[in-house]
Each structure stands twice: as C-alpha cells, then as structure tokens.
C-alpha cells in the first residue's frame, strides 16, 4: 500500500481542513513527520487506519470513540484517502460523521464510500472488503506499515504462544494445522468401519458348512426332478399314441363329409375342361406362325432404320480421316528431325546448369578475396587488441603505488566526518545555550513587570485566596441574615387573628414584628460580591499567567544545565576523538588536505576501475575476434572446396553435349537458356504427342469405317432377305386358315386376343380333382387304419388325467429345485462379500493405527508451532542483517528453544543473555530490524512490488553514531523500493531526512501541517 494524498478534518487536534500530499513525500524515499509533543503527529496515523479500517489503537467503540475522536470546536469528522494497492491500482475512502444539532455528544457516522480510479474519474464501489483491497488485516496492517505509538517492541515482548498465533494468522500457518484433517480422516474411517462391523454382523450365520450342506440338498432334488421327469415321458408318449389315434377317427369323420359336399360340383368343373381345349387347339395352331409373322415385320422395320443410320456414320467418319491425314503432312518434316530436337533439349539443360556453375564459382571467387581481406584486418585486429591490453596493464602498475588502501581510507574518512560532527555539534549546542540564556533573560525582564516574586507566587497566591475567602465568608453571613430578614417580614405580613402562627402555632398576634427594609442593603451587597468575584476572576488569571512564566523560567533554567551538561560532553568528546588521531601523513586541523588526499585517491580508484573495465572490455574484444578469426578461416576453407566442386561439375556437363558447343553460348546467362530450353521443349512436345494422336487417331478411324462398311452391307442383304421371308409367312398362313374354315387371318388375331385365363382355370380344375382323389385315398387309408385300432373316449380321458397329475407332481419338484439353486446361489454371493468384506476391514484397521500415529503428531497443533518456528528463524536471519550493522557486530538475534528471542553478545564471547538486558536504543534498534523484516514477508505475501513503512517512534533513544547507522539502513531501503516514514519531535532529525511535513499545534485554529 503506498499513501498519496490525505484530507482530514475534526480529527482530535485538527479543527480545520489540512491536506497531506504523499506523493511527494514518498518520491523521496525518506521522509518525516516533525511537530512539538501534542500537536498531531500521530493522528495522521491514525486518520489512515480509521478511514482504511474503521478502528484506532487509542479508542474502541466502548469508549465513545465517535465523541472523543471528534474536535470539540467542530461539528463534523471528515477523512479522505488516496492511495495505491499491491496491484498499483488507485483508490479512495471516505469516512465522515457529523455532531447533532441537538445533542452535542451524539456523533452520527455517515456510510463509509469506496472509489477506484477508473478512465480518468472516481468511480463509487459497492461493499468492499478493505482486506480485499489492501491485502491485510487490520492487525497485520497496523503490524507490518504503521505501527502505532507504543507498539513498536510488541513483537518482540509478545510470549511464544503469542507469537505463535501471530505467526499463524499473519503468514497463513493454519493450512499447517492438520489434526482437523486427521479427525475427519479418523472419523470417516472408524465410520467406514462401523459399516463393515454392521455388514459382517448381517452376514455372520454365513459358513463353508452352511454352503455344502445347500449344495448337498439341491443335488437331492435335482435326482429326485430327473426320476420324475423320465415316468412323465413315459406316460407322455402312451396319451400321444392315444392322442394320435383320436385325431384319426376325428380326422375320417371330417373327410367324409368335405368328399360329400364336393359331388355337385363334378359336372361344372367338366364344361370348363371342354371350352380350355378348344382355346389351346387355335392357340396350338395358330399363335406361332402369327408370332413369327409379326416379328419379321418388327425386324424389318429395325433393319431399315439401322442401315440409314450406319451410312450417315460411313460418311461422317471418312470426312475426319481426310482432315487428319492433312496435318500429319504438315508435321512429317519437323517430325523426321525429333530426335535431333530432344538431344538439343537435352544439350541445352545441361549448358543452363554450366552457366549456374559459372556463375556460382564468379560469386565464391568473389567471397574468396573478401574473405582473405577481412581475414587479414581482423588479425590485425587482434595484434592491436593485444599491444593495448599490455598499455592497459602498465597503467594498473603505475597506479596501484599512488592509491590509499581503502580500510586506511574508510579510517580516515570516518574519524574526519565524525569530527565535523562533533564540531557541528559544539556550534550548535553553543547557539542553543546563548539562545536559552536570552530566553531567560526575556522571561526575567517579563516577571520584573509583576508585582510578586517569581519564588513566592504560590504563597502570594495562597494569600490572596485566604482573603478572598474570608470575604466571601463575612458577605455570606451578612446575606443570611437579608434573607431571616426576609422571611420574617413575609410571615409577620401575612399573620391574621384566629389563624395559627407557622412558627410557634399561636392563634393571637398582640405584638407583631416589625422589620426594617433590606432591599438597599441587599442590592449593594450583590455590587460587592460581584466586584469581589471579579477580583478573584483578574487575580486567577494573573496567578495562572505568572505561573506560566515561572514554569517556563524553570524549564529554560533546566535547559541550561543539561545544556551546560551536554556542552562539557561534548567538548571531552571532542578532544577524546582529536587524541585519537593517528595518521602522520595528514593534519587533523587542516581536513580540506585530506580530502584533496581522498578525492584524488577515489580518483585513481576510478580510473583503476575504469583500467580494470577497459581490460576486461578489450579481452571480450580479442576473444570475439579471435572466434570471427576462425569463423572466416573455416568459411576460406569450405569456399575453395565448393570451388573445386564447381569446376570438376562443368567439365563433367561439357563432356556429355552431343549436338550444341559450349564455347557458343559462353555469354548465355541461366535464365535466357532455360527458356529457350523450355521454348523447344514445349515445340518437341507438341509435335510429338499430336504427331502420335493423328496416327493413332488415323488407325482408330480406318479400323471404324471398315466395320461401319461391312455393317451396312450385312444390314442391307438382311433386309431383303426379311422382305422375302415376310412374302413367304403370310402365303403359309393363308393356306392354314383357308383348311380350318376360321375365316380370315384378322379373325384367328381377335380370338386369340381373347382375355380368358387358362392357367388360372387350369390350376381351379385341378385342384379341385387333386382334393377329390386325395379325400377319396384319405377316407379308404383312415377306414382301413380304424378297422385294425379300435379308438376308447373312456381310455383317452383317463390317461389325460394321469398325465396331468404327474405334471404337477414335476413342476412342484422344479419350483423346490429352483428355490433350492437360488438359496445356494445367495449364499454362495454373500460368501464371497463376507471374504471382500474381511479384507477391506482388514485395510481399514491398517489405516486406523496409521490415523493413530498422525493424531498424536498434529495434536495439540504441534506442527504448526514448529513451522512457526522456523518462520521466526528466518525472520531472525533477516533481521540480523540490519541489526547488526546497526550494532557494529556486536549483538545479534536468535531464537532459543522456547522460540522466545535472546541476544548474542560478541563482546562477552559470544554468550546469549535476556532480550530484557537491552538498552532502549538497542531495543528500538532490534525492534526496528524485525519489524522492517516483517513487514518485507508480509507485504511479499500481498503481493506488494512497492513496499511502505511507518516509524513513529524511537530515535530519541539512540546517540550520534547509531543514528546514524540508522539513517544509513534507511536510505538504503530506498534502493531496495522500499519507503519508509518516521514521526518524530527530535527537530535536529529533520535536517537529514531528503523530505519532510512540520506540524504547528494553533492555539484557536488546531493543528496546522506545513509542507517543508
């Protein structure tokens, strides 16, 4: 999360609007937030954590937080947050709550309002969860970015247990907690065991006894069904043959009668013989030769229609023969000379690949001199290269002498700067005492113009407060005695005769009191009291005044002394660190030689280092010129072998032309012979192929027209012969028809065109004499069959009955085997589930002793605390990188075996003592190291490229030299991008922070946040 901009106003101590720009504070990578003791450093803060979380580390919601946290001058509570997430997205909350107009300490807060930064506007987001948003808790935020005021040494004053859960939430540590995991995994076990517990107790009468003594029972049965089955079948076949014979009589009965009812027919079924007699006669006689008849005619007709058709062909054909025979005419003289041709297209290929040779060999000739070229200049290359890394390595040998070793450097730098330190210090611990003395002088000259002494205010005070006290007393009794006064005169007005006293109860009144008038008395008294109140008003005030001057004489005196104080100490400082001064070669009083010593040094160390680069730079140089070296002597090498390839290539093809001479087309480039290579290809190719169609072409259609010819002819001696023939079948017909009287030969077509369906009638015919001769043979057949077997009804019925019985008696032991077979196949079924049953109990149980083993490991979330610890380890180990630069080595962080933090102390061997032992400033400084290595975990957890944190105390505690060593930390988390900011009144700090804001507590405005 990265802050941008801030508006806050009714916030504690901020009265009025102020607007925080964080984009120029966090530009700086360092930055701070300056003010005086109360005057708002850390409501900013707070305003942060309010807006992005609705809570505060001063006040919860039991403590009126909406009341308190508002400014007592204002009437509304206004936050607005601008800032960046770990995904770089900008967004804005705003929190507001206003006071009530009737009831000043009813607070009403108003819906929290989220925005993201969407195509250059705000646009509003429903609900959000700000962990969402920010990628943090509350507690983690407030742990990791802005620690608040007091709680920088949490962490490490946590207990284990603590930090511990810490741990947990922060880093996720519960995805490490796996005895939830191993319950549910044992209870789904023991559940699945239970299951098997109850499927087994279902199955427990189950045995190999129980299976062999069914099995031994459905045997029984079975031989029990077959001797059953064996006298059913025999009783069967005995009801057959009586079943058989019965069908006999039956079926004599029937034929019998169907003969009977078949005689009247007899007659009918004769005439319709009679008239299919006279139909076949004609049809015997005549159909044929009037057949033949009319299909000569139809041949005739087709022969005709054929012979037309086939002389059309004839001349067709004979007119595309004489076409071809004209152009194979014009192609004979080039055709004569084709196998010329085709050795001139062969010629010719082989002259276009002599020209590509040529031409390839012209090019490596080329590359060959290039190369040679090239090859030279970078050996000469290298020769240079060479002669000026040796240069290079002379100058290293003449400057190594004039540089200061860098530890005597670093020395020497280090005792100068912390002189000038010591020296700045002086200079304004000097000021700083003149400007306290001139404060005291100020505030001496101001009590001078008092009437009381500066050591006897309070008694002053004291007395003054008696005498106005006795006053108020002695006015006090004479206003009581006003108002007796008073009262007396009211009660004595209003007595009346008869009526009781209301103080002594009397009926009569003789004397009545007689009270003087106070009203004068009375007014002038309530002059006085408010004069002496005045008084006492003007006198608290001056008191108060007088006080305040007093009190910041003594401050300022106090100032003093610890000035005086830090001056002495300073000073001895100052001549302890002179004495330390041991460098002959330079002056202590006179820096500026050393630094022309230092800068000239850092200037031979550059020029070292650039030496060194060079050196490097031309090795890289002579390294790659040595490898384009042997680039170009390889490529030399493969140039000259493709050379010799290409001449051996042309020699070959030169040898192999028979018709054309090379040494005539030496100028032909490849592209101008392939295309006249192509050009006679082509030609060839035309003339061949056409030259080949013709004559086959030629040959196909003499092969046509002869049998096309000899078709005609065959067709036209048929047709005489048809027309002969036709003469003589109608002469024969004639003749016939005269002999039978039938008339002519148009009445023999209509009657046999006469629609009468003989087969059909033929078959009626003799069905119906096949049906009379078959019932005539079946009634003798079943009369002779009737007379050898007499057929009982008594007999048949009775043998039906016994077989029915002994079905029944067989179906019964059927349905008993079946049920029999089905028990044994049950049993033999859950046998088997028993056997599969046992095996994965026995699994299971495996399992349950292996749960056992992983419950008494994750319990108690044993695990988690050891991955907890090994977080803190490398916590610690990131930490200490830090912590003890911050020491100079001395101490260092490590976890003991509790997981609480200890010190390791190298100047007492290395030993480990109590976090407790620290000083302040060595606590801020370890607290300082893991909360920055915290908060790198987390934020890296978020996702965070950017990282920001919040320091908002400590740097009081520490002295000079580990300020800054602090301060070096810090910058350099610059260069890690990191942001850090501190909050602090320690103004000497704000002259080494890049960019910071001061805060100015007004008395009538509220603070007041002023951009340095």
Known sequence: MIPLRLALEGLYSYQERQVVDFSRLTDAGLFGIFGSVGSGKSSILEAITFALY????????????????????????????????????????????????????????????????????????????????????????????????????????????????????????????????????????????DLLDGELKSLEGIDEALLSQKNLEQQQLEESVSLRQKAFEKESEKWQQLKLLKNDFVQWQQQKATLESLAPKQAHYEEMQQRIDLYERIQRDFEMPIRHLEKQESQLAETISQLHAT?????????????????????????????????????????????????????????????????????????????????????????????????????????????????????????????????????????????????????????????????KETMLQQKYQFDAQAQLSEFARKLQEGVPCPLCGSEHHPSVLSVQDTTADRTAWDVRWKALEEAEKIGQKEYLEAQRWVERMHITERQIQEQQQLFADIQMDINTHRAQFSWNEFDAACPDEFYQAQKKSLEIEQQLDATVARIEQLRQEKDAAEKTREKYQNALESFRLKEHAERSLIQSLQSNMKVLQAEDYITSSPETLQAQRQTLKQENDRVESTHESLTANNHSLSNQITAIQTKADILQTQRLQLEASIRTSLLELEEMISKTKMGHLDQVKKFLRWEFDIESTRKEIAQFHIQWETLKTTIAALQEKLETAAFSEAQYQQQELLITDLEQQLNAFNEQNAVAKAEVSRLSAAWEQKQRLIAKRTTLSVRERNLKTMHHLFKAAGFVQYVSSVYLRHL?????????????????????????????????????????????????????????????????????????????????????????????????????????????????????????????????????????
């Open 54 to 193: 609705g809570e505060t580390e001063r006040l919860n919601q039991a403590d009126k937080r909406g009341y308190n946290m508002m400014n007592l001058r204002s009437n509304r509570l206004y936050i607005e947050f601008d800032f960046l997430n770990y995904e770089q997205r900008k967004y804005r909350v705003v929190r507001e709550s206003k006071r009530s107009k009737k009831n000043f300490q009813k607070i009403t807060p108003t819906p929290t309002v989220w925005y993201e930064w969407q195509q250059e506007s705000w646009v509003p987001l429903g609900e959000e969860r700000v962990e969402t948003i920010v990628g943090l808790s509350y507690d983690n935020f407030k742990r990791t970015i802005i620690i608040p005021q007091g709680q920088f040494k949490e962490f490490l004053e946590l207990g284990a247990a603590q930090r511990t859960g810490m741990m947990k939430e922060i880093f996720q540590l519960h995805r490490f907690d796996l005895s939830d995991k191993v319950s549910m995994l044992t209870a789904s076990n023991k559940s699945e065991l």
């Open 311 to 471: 002389t059309e062909k004839l001349i067709n054909e004979q007119g595309i023969l004489q076409n071809n025979e004209a152009q194979l005419a014009q192609l004979a003289p080039y055709y004569q000379q084709i196998k010329q041709k085709r050795q001139e297209e062969e010629d010719l290929d082989m002259l276009c690949k002599i020209a590509i040779a040529r031409r390839a060999l012209e090019e490596l000739h080329q590359r060959t001199v290039k190369g040679e070229e090239a090859l030279q200049v970078v050996v000469k290359h290298i020769a240079d290269l060479h002669n000026k890394i040796e240069a290079e390595q002379f100058i290293i040998a003449q400057l190594k002498p004039q540089k200061i070793e860098p530890q005597r450097l670093l020395a020497i730098t280090t005792w100068f700067q912390k002189n000038r330190q010591l020296e700045d210090d002086f200079k304004k611990q000097q000021a700083k005492g003149e400007q306290l003395q001139q404060e005291v002088a100020t505030i001496q000259q101001e009590l001078s113009t008092w009437t009381i002494h500066a050591n006897s205010v309070e008694k002053e005070w004291e007395h003054r407060l008696q005498g106005w006290q006795q006053q």
């Open 876 to 1012: 610690c180990t990131v930490a200490n990188r830090r912590f003890q630069r911050m020491t100079r080595n001395q101490l260092r962080l490590q976890m003991n075996d509790n997981n609480d933090f200890e010190i390791i102390d190298y100047l007492n061997e290395g030993r480990s003592r109590s976090l407790k032992t620290l000083s302040g400033g060595q606590m801020f400084q370890a607290s300082l190291s893991l909360a920055l290595a915290l908060a790198e975990s987390v934020q890296s957890m978020a996702l965070s490229d950017k990282t920001f944190f919040f320091i908002d105390e400590g740097f009081g505690t520490q002295d000079a030299e580990s300020v800054n060593i602090i301060f070096e930390t810090l910058l350099h988390l610059n260069k890690e991008n990191k942001i850090v900011g501190i909050i602090s009144h320690v103004e000497e700090l704000k002259e080494r922070i890049p960019q910071s804001l001061t805060i100015i507590n007004d008395s009538e405005k509220g603070s007041l946040i002023k951009m340095d």
